[in-house]
């Protein structure tokens, strides 16, 4: 059956509330057409109408314009529920609570990096390690876990890991004040615990950047960016095994819990990887509280990531961080379900708004802003994929109005991992970059790291064709459609000089 869209506008699309009758709302995709295109292709479009089916959802179910089929909720998903009334799901946070993005300025010009990249790359591979299980430099206790899940950026700020105002250059301060770590699993924590400061695997990086192009110059200076060629680094990392342990874990009890309750029940049967839980429920509270901790603990993963990136360049460049002015400008997440008041049909309500490959972009004027952005905007990261640019948007009012504040977070695949693997060679993907001037380091991988598979021989530098720029869309078509629909607006460009991939 052809799924029906009206065009509301250019690249908005709607499928109406009456196309199902479980939809609770319409259903609403944010995309240019080649990308709706694609959407098409996979499940994309239909996970966005059956997440509409959510008891308490407000508005519409969203896609954003980088949308890709994923685990229950698309990736790129947006849903906001009633924080009393409606429910929360695991789907629609994704396993890597807050993976989230981090872009930090620097002083320095390209001229004065290129020398020292190779070394550079080495170091900050040593003290960030990228990989699958791989632990970090701060070995944590049980005990110093816990002030970290409760923490956040604080906890690393308190301990050395940082600068005070780290803190207001992130989202909601680094700290979820509704974490709670009594309904957290041991097994999670035993997860957790060596690996803070990691970048781990698949398409998490660190770059270290070059600003490519200034398209609204008041702003970039704004958010400190100041002329073509300044060095910048993005991080994206997130909340490694221990959020993975803590999803799977609460996915298991809420597929339980849905079977004694009516509603849910149809929605289990539906699609089950829709499981929720009624947040006023115990197990849908515990889940949220510990989904809080989750994320604090990735808000300190990137804050320890930026530690040792000051480290690294003061030990190379010998030169200190603050000489260097290497601050942070934004840290952003784009896979968690947060607490926040929105209007809706002209009242103020308490919303969960689950954002799974989604990111937060609030305009200017916005209190919920650090008082350094509140007058500009809220910075808005849409990172590409390897090789191709990154981009520093803005909020928009239209977003505050129509998608709860939310807009892309990145590329979005559009190939798999296995048929990336399948198609290119991880050693040409690094001579192809190295062609470009971008130096790329990665764990080179052994014939016992990777499972058999058919049609794909063995490449030690795998997980770069795993990641190469052909897997994922045109960021520069992501982010046109985000500037056509209105919820955001471009600000600068950057280009990668030296690439760390797990």
């Known amino acids: 059956m052809v799924i029906p869209l009206k065009k509301i506008r250019d690249d908005v699309w709607e499928?109406?509330?009456?196309?199902?009758?479980?939809?609770?709302?319409?259903?609403?995709?944010?995309?240019?057409?080649?990308?709706?295109?694609?959407?098409?292709?996979?499940?994309?479009?239909?996970?966005?109408?059956?997440?509409?089916?959510?008891?308490?959802?407000?508005?519409?179910?969203?896609?954003?314009?980088?949308?890709?089929?994923?685990?229950?909720?698309?990736?790129?998903g947006v849903v906001a529920t009633d924080f009393e009334e409606g429910v929360i799901s695991p789907g629609g946070v994704g396993y890597d609570i807050n993976c989230g993005v981090r872009l930090i300025r620097t002083n320095l010009k390209e001229g004065d990096v290129r020398p020292h990249l190779s070394e550079l790359l080495d170091s900050l591979f040593d003290y960030i390690p990228a990989g699958l299980g791989l632990s970090g430099k701060v070995k944590l206790s049980y005990s110093q876990l816990d002030e970290v899940l409760l923490g956040g950026t604080k906890w690393c700020i308190d301990n050395?890991?940082?600068?005070?105002?780290?803190?207001?250059?992130?989202?909601?301060?680094?700290?979820?004040?509704?974490?709670?770590?009594?309904?957290?699993?041991?097994?999670?924590?035993?997860r957790g615990s060596p690996q803070l400061g990691t970048l781990g695997s698949g398409n998490h990086f660190l770059e270290v950047q070059v600003v490519d192009e200034i398209f609204d110059e008041q702003l970039a200076n704004a958010y400190g960016i100041d002329e073509v060629?300044?060095?910048?680094?993005?991080?994206?990392?997130?909340?490694?095994?221990?959020?993975?342990?803590?999803?799977?874990?609460?996915?298991?009890?809420?597929?339980?819990?849905?079977?004694?309750?009516?509603?849910?029940?149809?929605?289990?049967?539906?699609?089950?990887?829709?499981?929720?839980?009624?947040?006023?429920?115990?197990?849908?509270?515990?889940?949220?509280?510990?989904?809080?901790?989750?994320?604090?603990?990735?808000?300190a993963n990137r804050q320890l990531a930026t530690h040792w990136t000051r480290k690294v360049?003061?030990?190379?460049?010998?030169?200190?961080?603050?000489?260097?002015?290497?601050?942070?400008?934004?840290?952003?997440?784009?896979?968690?379900?947060?607490?926040?008041?929105?209007?809706?049909?002209?009242?103020?309500?308490?919303?969960?708004?689950?954002?799974?490959?989604?990111?937060?972009?609030?305009?200017?004027?916005?209190?919920?802003?650090?008082?350094?952005?509140?007058?500009?905007?809220?910075?808005?990261?849409?990172?590409?994929?390897?090789?191709?640019?990154?981009?520093?948007?803005?909020?928009?009012?239209?977003?505050?109005?129509?998608?709860?504040?939310?807009?892309?977070?990145?590329?979005g695949r559009e190939m798999s991992r296995t048929a990336a693997m399948r198609q290119y060679r991880g050693s040409e993907v690094k001579a192809e970059l190295a062609k470009r001037n971008i130096i790329v380091k990665t764990r080179e991988r052994t014939k016992r790291d990777v499972r058999k598979k058919r049609g794909i021989q063995f490449d030690k530098y795998g997980e770069l064709a795993e990641e190469v720029s052909a897997a994922y869309k045109d960021p520069e078509v992501v982010v046109r459609s985000c500037e056509v629909s209105g919820i955001a607006k471009k600000v600068a460009a950057f280009r990668a000089i030296g690439v760390i991939k797990g």
Not at 20 to 43: F, G, H, I, Q, T
Not at 248 to 276: H, P, Q, V, W
Not at 323 to 338: F, G, P, Q, T, W
Not at 380 to 402: C, H, N, Q, Y
Request: with cysteine.
């Open 160 to 190: 050395g890991y940082g600068w005070e105002e780290d803190i207001e250059r992130t989202e909601e301060g680094g700290r979820l004040k509704a974490a709670s770590i009594d309904k957290i699993d041991e097994k999670s924590k035993k």
């Open 229 to 299: 060629g300044q060095v910048t680094v993005l991080i994206h990392t997130g909340g490694r095994g221990f959020s993975h342990g803590v999803c799977s874990y609460y996915l298991r009890n809420f597929e339980r819990e849905m079977n004694k309750d009516a509603t849910l029940s149809k929605i289990l049967g539906l699609e089950r990887e829709l499981a929720c839980a009624y947040l006023n429920s115990d197990t849908g509270m515990d889940y949220f509280v510990s989904m809080c901790a989750c994320a604090n603990y990735a808000f």
């Open 313 to 411: 360049f003061e030990d190379v460049l010998r030169r200190k961080a603050e000489d260097m002015e290497i601050r942070l400008v934004y840290d952003i997440a784009h896979n968690i379900a947060k607490e926040e008041e929105h209007v809706v049909d002209g009242k103020r309500k308490k919303l969960c708004v689950h954002r799974k490959g989604a990111t937060r972009a609030f305009p200017a004027g916005d209190e919920r802003l650090p008082p350094i952005y509140r007058n500009v905007g809220q910075p808005v990261l849409i990172p590409g994929s390897m090789g191709t640019r990154s981009f520093l948007a803005v909020g928009t009012d239209v977003a505050r109005d129509e998608t709860f504040g939310s807009c892309a977070h990145g590329s």
């Open 15 to 76: 499928v109406p509330q009456s196309y199902k009758a479980y939809m609770r709302v319409p259903a609403r995709v944010y995309a240019a057409e080649a990308l709706l295109e694609k959407m098409k292709s996979d499940l994309t479009l239909q996970q966005t109408i059956n997440i509409a089916s959510l008891p308490g959802i407000e508005k519409y179910s969203m896609v954003m314009p980088d949308g890709h089929q994923g685990y229950g909720f698309p990736i790129g």
